[in-house]
């Protein structure tokens, strides 16, 4: 490969939250951690929170480090070139056409836009759909934003793949008078990415009860192979105008330190009441880093990038849903189609080994594999699990998982 994808780097003392959180005494993660003394011998594998234990490509601290040399750092205007970009690469990656400038406008971050583009849809206090399980995120910034989740759960098919529940779905909209939604595409925590036929289906339901949609797309670059995205703007011309998707090179590129997403808006009315919405607060505004960084990000060399990332992830993927499958009996996990995230389901593991889920997570925790707790998720038995670093070190990670946890 012309990328490094197999160092693992040492992250202490470098301000990660994936290593360093672990060891707060208060804070960020300190109940989830402090459960678990980690055993002698052992070193800590970050499994846990999204971030990638991959250098991202040299494009990105190049165009920073050009920038920075410049020894002036006031007030700007976004660079055409950034706008360029985004268009090139929604083409290029998703096929999208018709883009425009106009279309396009920053957010801090997916979260906050999520939110704020709700606030332009809807009054506090509204009924909002969402699939579970959810997102930890969602949960923690509708809720904390007075929204009220009406979840409708997926269901495993047959060959166990996450589907949407259109039935559940429909009678949340009608019964509950529901005029927003929430999607994640691809879906995190299970990691699928939703076929085009799933989604026309989804839009039918939105335009016979007039739902209006805001859809997270962080993970659309990261499609493992035989899958592929489709924009939730593309499924067709009412979706294009029903929709309001939300995307960011930080999760692609790991740059969610940078702080810096985007948002495309068709529709003109939702788009002009956005932007007054985001101004109320006088605080959503680029950093001009940030700025460089998704230009870095999404040249050329970035697309050989994120091509073999995703070459990198499937193996990953491959590797470990195949080690759970024949070591870790009663542990049940859907393969993930994009994300690099699994969503372990323990329960059969636990009724039969009588243990709980907190018995399990901390027999992992003790030997340095940095999982996380999947009920925050809205799954009773679940550990979601990050495969975002070498191979070495997914290997090394589930051989102390079979040894010490599942078959101990």
Known sequence: MKYDFTTYYDRHNMDAIAIDAPDMTEGFGADYFGKAKLREG?????????????????????????????????????????????????????????????????????????????????????????????????????????????????KKDEEGIWRMDFEDMEKKLRDGKIHAAVMCNPHNPTGRVWEKWELEKAYELFKKYDVYVVSDEIWSDIILKGNKHIPLQMVNEDAKNRTFAVYAPSKTFNLAGLVGSYHIVYNSWWRDRQDKQQSLSHYNSMNVLSMHALIGAYKPEGYEWVDELCEVLTGNVDYAYNMIQEKFKGVKVSRPQGTY?????????????????????????????????GRPFHGEYGIRMNLALPFEKVKEAFERLDKYVFTA
Request: hydrophobic share 40%.
């Open 42 to 154: 052992f070193d800590r594998i970050p499994m846990w929170v999204a971030d990638m234990n991959f250098p991202t490509v040299p494009t990105i601290p190049e165009a920073m480090i050009e920038r920075a040399k410049h020894p002036l750092y006031g007030y700007f205007m976004p660079r055409d070139e950034y706008f360029d970009e985004i268009i090139k690469w929604q083409e290029t990656r998703n096929g999208v056409t018709g883009l425009t400038k106009e279309c396009i406008g920053y957010e801090n971050g997916v979260l906050g836009g999520v939110i704020s583009a709700l606030d332009v849809i809807c009054s506090r206090g509204d009924k909002v759909l969402l699939h579970s399980p959810t997102y930890v995120g969602f949960t923690g910034s509708l809720t904390n934003n007075g929204y009220d989740m009406v979840l409708s759960e997926l």
């Open 341 to 373: 995230m699994l969503f372990l389901d323990c329960e059969e593991w636990c009724k039969e080994h009588g243990k709980t889920i907190d018995e399990v997570q901390i027999a992992g925790l003790e030997v340095g594999v940095l999982w996380q707790d």
